[in-house]
């Protein structure tokens, strides 16, 4: 546009544009933040929940004698992930304990299984994380292993702080 001068191509740009950002396009509006709702983390403890006593009266199993107090959990897991779950007592930092094998996975992802708090008197009235680990290996840990930090070959749960009561 060579007989616009410079000045009236840019006043003509900023009408283009402000006409642009006023005008509503199909399929372009954005809801407002406030509605906006986060996706939930594909990896993820589901229960018990954070702060929750364990074990749950009515919900966690009695337990076999060794190891010890234990508590059922739900997870769920990216599809193609295998969990695990992990249980970090709060007062042995920075250990990790690698809990039962899962045995099954849902087509949504979501699994349970078992882990263990302690034995029958080591972790009373004590605070414990509980982890999902999703790895892409089925055999990545055995039940039992300690680890010293949290893996960075498989995504890891946001952890669940439960208090073990008895």
């Known amino acids: 546009m060579p007989w616009i001068s410079t000045a009236r191509r840019v006043s003509l740009g900023a009408i283009l544009v402000g006409v642009l950002t006023a005008v509503p396009w199909p399929g372009l509006a954005q809801k407002p933040s406030s509605t906006l709702q986060k996706e939930p983390p594909a990896t993820q403890v589901l229960s018990p929940k954070d702060g929750e006593r ?9 337990c076999p004698k060794e190891p010890g107090p234990c508590a059922y959990v739900d997870g769920h897991v990216a599809t193609g992930a295998w969990p695990f779950l992990a249980v970090a007592p709060l007062n042995a930092a ?5 809990q039962p094998p899962i045995t099954a996975v849902k087509r949504d992802g979501t699994f349970n299984g078992m882990v263990y708090l302690g034995t029958e008197k080591a972790g009373v009235g004590e605070k414990f994380n509980i982890f999902v680990f999703a790895c892409q290996n089925q055999q990545r840990f055995r039940e039992g292993e300690v680890l010293m930090k949290i893996p960075d070959d498989c995504v890891v749960s946001d952890p669940v702080t ?3 009561t008895k």
Do not use: Q, S
């Open 54 to 62: 364990v074990p749950r009266k009515d919900l966690d199993p009695p």
């Open 94 to 98: 920075p250990r990790i304990w690698i």
């Open 162 to 164: 439960v208090l073990r």
